[in-house]
């Protein structure tokens, strides 16, 4: 009988694609790809794996469209942004953006996620392959107040990367100002001041750069951008 962390080993032959291992064959680091795959290949989220997904700001996702284009979004919010319900379930928010959806269009395409924890400070990083859906699951909005809806995770394979090209990075420990409080508000982006956009504004922002210290040009907000101002 197989022990409990073998049973929650996936197989190398499903993880690695055909490609994947004619350069393996090549260069010939199939047996290094096994034995890496079979000490940190996990189908479920473990304790430590969990507790460092928790202590997250910000992580990556890519995403992939019907036809099979992909993309990465930076994803941040309060510690915790990323919060693991289950050892197969990770939920996040997703804030008001930009109004184009590019990465929850392609979930509700593909429902195909990568997700990637980083820590630049003690480098270490997890890495995450799973299937996700949108969600307005009532205790998860309730978590992240400001929402619009959740993402639903289901862990397909995760698994701990090298952490040695990581460089350092300071931490301060602070957070975007834009991260909804508590109430779910938060202070209008820069962005949404500019003039030529105003006309192409959802309803609910309407007329809110002139309680915010009215519009802005294209080139003021750029400047911003370069601040660190916006």
């Known amino acids: ?39 940190i290949l996990r189908d479920t989220l473990e304790p430590e794996a969990a507790a460092f997904i928790e202590t997250r700001a910000y992580f ?3 995403t992939e469209n019907g036809d099979g284009e992909p ?6 919010g309060n510690v915790g942004v990323a919060h693991v319900v289950d050892e197969k379930t990770i939920v996040f928010p997703s804030y008001n953006g930009n109004g ?10 593909t429902g195909r996620v990568g997700m990637l ?17 949108l969600s307005q699951n009532e205790a998860h909005m309730q978590r992240y107040r400001g929402a619009e809806f959740v993402v639903e995770v289901t ?15 300071g931490r301060d420990g602070s957070t975007s100002r834009y991260v909804p409080d508590a109430t779910g508000e938060a202070p209008l982006p820069a962005w949404k001041r500019v003039e030529m956009l105003q006309e192409f504004l959802p309803p609910d922002d309407v007329g809110k750069a002139a309680e915010n210290g009215g519009t802005i040009t294209l080139d003021e907000y750029k400047q911003k951008v370069m601040d660190g101002t916006s």
């Open 1 to 39: 009988m197989a022990n409990e962390d073998e049973a929650s080993t996936p197989n190398p032959d499903d993880f690695y694609s055909p490609q994947q291992r004619a350069l393996q064959d090549e260069l010939q680091t199939r047996p290094l790809a096994d034995a890496v795959a079979y000490a």
């Open 60 to 62: 990556f996702v890519s």
């Open 71 to 76: 993309t990465v979004s930076y994803k941040g």
């Open 100 to 109: 184009m959806y590019f990465s929850a269009g392609n979930i509700s395409a």
């Open 117 to 133: 924890f980083i820590d630049m400070c003690t480098p270490h990083r997890v890495r995450v392959q799973g299937t996700a859906k």
């Open 155 to 169: 862990v397909d394979k995760i698994f701990d990367n090298c952490a040695h090209y990581i460089h350092m990075h």
